[in-house]
């Protein structure tokens, strides 16, 4: 989802709903940091809307939902929310970054930080939310020692607070794994291959003629059109000599 497209709704949900804010909880709150994000880790069509000052009017956002005209219309859609949805860590209010400004008529985003939003997920465990946590930490948008920081500070469970630990150890030493790999060696140009199979021909062609110099001509003239034709060229063999 591109960052007019989130604009897009946050704009619908303020004429239906007459809010002037709302906060976007679910992967589109990158927007927020980082609005040109690669589409990639942005693709979900939906987006997790809560209207913080007037809950209750979350369902209203239904005219906006999942299969509404709006949604078959733009092929996006708002999925009204409320605080239970996602367990956050402590104090997540207090780091919700504001969205850029766009055209939304005055509505105003507000977005989870990248590191809530990524302890959202982990704790979710989904499929696609352990795919969308592997990206934020091969990018480089969130840190091992910070989310580790903000799991101390979420309510769930031991079990699952191991869990989620292991799940981000995993996310980022899978990245020092591949960044330790040797770089394969690039392909040798297929130019240099033909050069240097042309050399060691030269050299063979010397030796023969020093050892057997009454050697037919003709014979020499047919190898050497051979060599060209496997070699692809048509310049004179012996120019190099």
């Given at each position: 989802?591109?960052?007019?497209?989130?604009?897009?709704?946050?704009?619908?949900?303020?004429r239906i709903t007459g809010e002037k804010q709302f906060i976007i909880i679910g992967?589109?709150?990158?927007?927020?940091?980082?609005?040109?994000?690669?589409?990639?880790?942005?693709?979900?069509?939906?987006?997790?809307?809560?209207?913080?000052?007037?809950?209750?009017?979350?369902?209203?956002?239904?005219?906006?939902?999942?299969?509404?005209?709006?949604?078959?219309?733009?092929?996006?859609?708002?999925?009204?929310?409320?605080?239970?949805?996602?367990?956050?860590?402590?104090?997540?209010?207090?780091?919700?970054?504001?969205?850029?400004?766009?055209?939304?008529?005055?509505?105003?985003?507000?977005?989870?930080?990248?590191?809530?939003?990524?302890?959202?997920?982990?704790?979710?465990?989904?499929?696609?939310?352990?795919?969308?946590?592997?990206?934020?930490?091969?990018?480089?948008?969130?840190?091992?020692?910070?989310?580790?920081?903000?799991?101390?500070?979420?309510?769930?469970?031991?079990?699952q607070r191991a869990r989620i630990r292991t799940q981000i150890g995993r996310d980022?030493?899978?990245?020092?794994?591949?960044?330790?790999?040797?770089?394969?060696?690039?392909?040798?140009?297929?130019?240099?291959?033909?050069?240097?199979?042309?050399?060691?021909?030269?050299?063979?062609?010397?030796?023969?003629?020093?050892?057997?110099?009454?050697?037919?001509?003709?014979r020499d003239s047919s190898r050497r059109n051979e060599l060209q034709e496997d070699?692809?060229?048509?310049?004179?063999?012996?120019?190099?000599?």
């Amino acid at each position: 989802m591109k960052k007019r497209e989130l604009d897009h709704v946050l704009r619908a949900a303020g004429r239906i709903t007459g809010e002037k804010q709302f906060i976007i909880i679910g992967s589109q709150a990158l927007h927020a940091r980082y609005p040109d994000l690669a589409d990639e880790i942005v693709r979900s069509a939906e987006v997790d809307v809560l209207a913080a000052k007037s809950p209750n009017r979350a369902e209203w956002l239904n005219a906006i939902g999942v299969f509404s005209r709006f949604h078959e219309t733009f092929g996006y859609y708002a999925d009204p929310v409320d605080e239970k949805t996602a367990i956050l860590p402590k104090g997540w209010k207090g780091r919700l970054v504001a969205l850029p400004p766009g055209e939304t008529d005055g509505v105003r985003g507000l977005c989870l930080e990248p590191h809530d939003l990524a302890i959202a997920k982990y704790v979710a465990s989904r499929d696609k939310d352990l795919v969308f946590t592997q990206e934020l930490a091969r990018r480089g948008i969130v840190s091992e020692e910070r989310l580790l920081s903000l799991l101390d500070q979420t309510q769930v469970d031991e079990q699952q607070r191991a869990r989620i630990r292991t799940q981000i150890g995993r996310d980022f030493h899978a990245q020092l794994d591949r960044s330790a790999q040797p770089t394969p060696p690039a392909a040798e140009d297929p130019q240099a291959i033909k050069a240097r199979g042309r050399e060691e021909w030269l050299k063979l062609r010397r030796a023969g003629v020093a050892q057997t110099p009454s050697a037919d001509s003709a014979r020499d003239s047919s190898r050497r059109n051979e060599l060209q034709e496997d070699l692809g060229s048509s310049q004179d063999l012996d120019s190099s000599d």
